[in-house]
């Protein structure tokens, strides 16, 4: 009986032993994330902008070139703020369905830090990318996005004003109302931007606030730095420019408090202003439409100050069910083929270097020179993962100031100090 136990031992071990060293020797199966997966894949994003509707053309070509994985453009609404709270409500629901979010450039950090969006996987060539929108997809060490398509503000000018009259800074100056006025008697206002209250509001006043040397938040040493002199002549500065001067129209136009890009660019187009500062987009939507307008040039905003840098990115969900095809459809809507088309063709400007040289791209976009100079200069927005916090109190904060001969609320430095913590008062 010992002698059939220990034979039985041994079979057993002889089965077992080799079965072992297969586990060991053979590469591990694939984990469910790295599994390429058939289905639909969902990007939730925002309006799409450009002539053509450019990003539905990629998205179709993208199908075409990979049937088992179409994707699918769920469009949200046209305001930031709103395209904010749609998904964030989505990606905190039960079932959420989104593959990739179009984010904002100031949500990287919020989405990220929430668990929403996962870090790029792999060795991610991002070589291509401009550096501004491209530290925008970074948050706390990670890769967490693309840059789709970046943004910065332009001063829009209409060509009967000399450029040799365009003003030094923002908002225009009396000496500068009086050549805009001199060059077109019938203007009601110099200048108009989009002071209503949304993220417009928030990009008008840092932008009118750079161009005093002030700032709001100071990154390296995470403080609040809005009570100071820059602020102060920024917010002045604006606040004065509303109201009328001697026989002169206001420098920048009163009803600002109600405009938007959208109305901002009616403004110009109807011939009540002379200046306007708006987003690349608007260049190409001045000259289609109803009443087609191509009488205006473009430069970068004057001034030392800069302009705000706006944009979106491309994520993947965290809930998706396929990673790597989420990632790969996001590298494929970022490629420097991609962003040819979306520039070019669309007027959405090209997150990539190499596709403002192309003598194709310029002649299709003659401004993309004066695009490239203002995003050498942009400026981004504080980082935090409470930046739509942060911007619905400053929006509060500046809407006080304006109606307040610029002047600052006493508590402007606790409440934004707070709204950087996630924490309202």
């Known amino acids: ?40 894949l969902v990007i939730l994003t925002g309006a799409d902008e450009s002539t053509g509707g450019q990003r539905q053309l990629l998205v179709d070509r993208w199908n075409l070139e990979n049937p088992d994985t179409p994707a699918r453009l769920e469009i949200l609404s046209r305001s930031s703020d709103e395209q904010h709270s749609e998904m964030v409500a989505r990606a905190q629901s039960d079932f959420p369905n989104v593959d990739v979010y179009n984010l904002d450039v100031t949500w990287t950090a919020e989405f990220a830090t929430a668990g929403y969006i996962r870090a790029l996987e792999g060795a991610v060539d991002v070589s291509g990318f401009l550096e501004a929108p491209r530290k925008t997809c970074e948050y706390d060490g990670k890769l967490w996005a693309l840059p789709f398509n970046t943004d910065v503000g332009l001063l829009f000018y209409r060509k009967d004003v000399p450029k040799d009259t365009l003003p030094a800074t923002l908002p225009p100056g009396r000496n500068d109302l009086r050549a805009l006025v001199a060059a077109k008697p019938d203007l009601k206002a110099g200048f108009v931007t989009p002071l209503d209250h949304y993220e417009g509001l928030t990009v008008s006043a840092l932008e009118a606030i750079w161009a005093e040397d002030g700032d709001v938040y100071d990154a390296e040493k995470d403080l609040v730095v809005i009570d100071s002199d820059g602020v102060r002549n920024g917010l002045r500065r604006l606040a004065d420019a509303m109201k009328p001067f001697e026989n002169l129209p206001p420098a920048v136009d009163p009803q600002s408090k109600g405009f938007r890009e959208d109305t901002s660019r009616a403004a110009f187009q109807r011939g009540e202003v002379a200046l306007m500062r708006n987003w690349p987009v608007a260049y190409g939507q001045l000259r289609t439409g109803d009443r087609p307008m191509t009488d205006f040039e473009v430069s970068p905003l004057p001034g030392e100050g800069g302009s705000v840098l706006g944009g979106q990115n491309l994520a993947v969900a965290t809930g998706t069910k396929n990673p790597p095809a989420a990632q790969e459809l996001v590298k494929f809507l970022t490629s420097a083929e991609s962003q040819h088309a979306l520039f070019r063709d669309g007027g959405l400007a090209a997150t990539r270097t190499a596709v403002y040289d192309d003598p194709q791209v310029q002649q299709a976009r003659p401004y993309a020179p004066v695009l490239k100079e203002a995003l050498g200069k942009a400026k981004s927005r504080p980082v935090t993962p409470h930046y739509a916090l942060f911007s619905s109190i400053f929006q509060d904060i500046v809407t006080k100031a304006l109606s307040d001969e610029g002047q600052l609320p006493a508590d402007a430095v606790t409440r934004l100090t707070k709204a950087l913590r996630g924490q309202i008062i």
Request: proline share 15%; no cysteine; aromatic share 4%.
């Open 1 to 40: 009986m010992r002698r059939l136990a220990w034979f039985a031992l041994g079979v057993l071990a002889m089965v077992v032993v080799p079965s072992v060293r297969n586990l060991i020797d053979q590469p591990p199966s694939p984990s469910p994330s790295s599994t390429p997966q058939g289905g639909e």
